[in-house]
């Protein structure tokens, strides 16, 4: 099942680059459109930022330039809702993966990626542009079924190796994806367009790389992806379950559904309150290197990147190795624990920016470092921990899962992945708030103190999680 796993990581990072083209572009997509619609404020932009004003107002008053620090909220808030928008539809496409098979799905939700992207490239209004976002909110389902077809093609013994290929892709995607999108929105359309009258977003041509991506994945999944629900892992006549590679003594002490449904609904409030304050500190962290240091975006982006190169190393060399024989629990533990400790750093930076600056990068390094650390491990071992807990066990017959409907894995990683989303669209708001009326050290030091109760919540886990079997 190796190919099987190299093509959902091939089709992971072509989908990845695409969608992390547009990211470092919706500040200059709101200026864009603002220009364009400032005038008449009966549109839907000039109304938004209104609004926008009026709730940063209510915590935050900048000592210059509001408008600016407006267009960022804005470009969070719009995060915001597609990750509501994933929150809402990832159980019903894990659901229906599991009914109609994941290849199937995948399909349909690559349709709609693509969409998205072509309304992109023609939208020269901000509500057409906001159509896209939530086209491709409600149509992005690579991530939740490439893990669902990893889960399908590995034994529970190889899962946690093989979930780690997610972690990779999405940190070499978030270094490389956000400079490829800047370089390419430098480029200027082609002159033809302008004589022929075609009116096309400011930055097409990041759109139409988008395009090109997106087409080339779903030509590559048609061609290469073979169906995997369902599919075999032994060369018995039999159903497949867990008891495939269990030991009679193992098999005897496996837990019940109503234990590993319970589990799951655990596991769905962790990975909830971990993103929550996870995606916060790194909404708010440009804002602190902003206020503190003066940085460019280029130096953001640089130690964005550098946070991305470094979790990408970490989940090759060492979370894909270590994770079998530490266990999930363990391991996802030590990422949140970690956690703490760099916001418990970035807390401390404020206090030394004018006293000894020197001391201030030193602590931002580090607490980059740790995050590093945290983003290589919590969320992959959550995900494979979630993962052993569904029923593994197919019918022989039809190939779709045997046991409670809640167990299925399209069904359950859906909704581990919708809890998760639904912290990335509450997380970096309430972190928002936080930072503007408490300021950044009060900020990142509750974050850190959250992180380490959750940290603590989490050895109620077992380092090694029991594996599925049917009810």
């Not at 008053?61 to 600016?68: A, C, D, H, I, V």
């Not at 367009?193 to 009116?199: D, K, P, Q």
Request: aromatic letters at 10%; glycine letters at 8%.
């Amino acid at each position: 099942m190796k190919k099987v796993e190299n093509i959902v990581f091939l089709s992971l990072v072509l989908d990845l680059f695409a969608f992390t083209i547009p990211l470092p572009l919706f500040p200059r997509i709101i200026e864009w459109y603002t220009v364009r619609e400032s005038s008449d404020p009966r549109n839907l932009l000039p109304r938004t930022l209104e609004f926008v004003a009026w709730l940063r107002s209510l915590f935050y008053e900048p000592p210059s330039n509001p408008q600016r620090w407006d267009v960022v909220l804005l470009g969070g808030l719009m995060g915001s809702i597609f990750s509501l928008l994933q929150f809402l539809v990832s159980p019903r496409i894990g659901s229906l993966s599991d009914k109609y098979g994941r290849r199937r799905v995948l399909l349909i939700t690559m349709v709609g990626n693509i969409l998205s992207a072509l309304v992109w490239l023609k939208s020269t209004t901000f509500a057409t542009f906001m159509l896209s976002r939530i086209i491709g909110g409600l149509s992005e389902g690579n991530v939740q079924i490439a893990t669902a077809i990893l889960s399908d093609v590995t034994t529970p013994s190889q899962r946690s190796r093989a979930l780690a290929q997610v972690g990779i892709a999405f940190a070499i995607c978030f270094c490389i994806g956000p400079p490829i999108g800047a370089y390419f929105a430098s480029r200027p359309l082609p002159a033809s367009l302008h004589t022929m009258g075609v009116e096309l977003n400011i930055y097409a041509v990041p759109a139409a790389v988008t395009i090109v991506l997106l087409v080339i994945e779903t030509g590559f999944l048609l061609l290469f992806l073979p169906e995997t629900r369902g599919l075999r892992l032994n060369t018995a006549r039999k159903p497949i379950t867990d008891q495939s590679f269990r030991s009679p003594k193992e098999r005897l002490s496996q837990p019940t559904s109503e234990k590993r449904l319970n589990l799951l609904k655990g596991l769905r409030r962790f990975h909830f309150f971990f993103l929550s304050v996870f995606s916060g500190m790194e909404f708010t962290l440009p804002f602190l290197t902003f206020d503190l240091f003066d940085w460019s975006n280029s130096q953001n982006g640089a130690l964005i990147g550098s946070i991305g190169i470094l979790s990408a190393l970490l989940q090759g060399g060492y979370v894909r190795r270590a994770t079998a024989k530490v266990g999930e629990g363990r391991m996802a533990r030590r990422g949140i624990f970690t956690c703490a400790i760099g916001l418990i750093l970035l807390s401390l930076v404020p206090h030394f920016v004018t006293t000894s600056p020197t001391t201030a990068i030193r602590l931002l390094q580090g607490a980059a470092a740790c995050l590093a650390f945290t983003s290589a491990t919590v969320v992959s071992s959550l995900t494979s921990y979630a993962s052993l807990q569904c029923d593994e066990s197919i019918d022989e017959d039809t190939g779709k899962p045997v046991g409670h409907p809640q167990l299925a894995k399209g069904t359950a990683l859906g909704l581990f992945r919708s809890s998760g989303q639904l912290g990335r669209a509450i997380g970096p708001l309430l972190a928002c708030v936080s930072y503007w009326t408490c300021g950044p050290s009060a900020t990142y030091a509750v974050s850190a103190a959250a992180m380490m109760a959750l940290s603590l919540s989490t050895t109620s886990l077992p380092a090694k999680p029991r594996m599925g079997l049917a009810a």
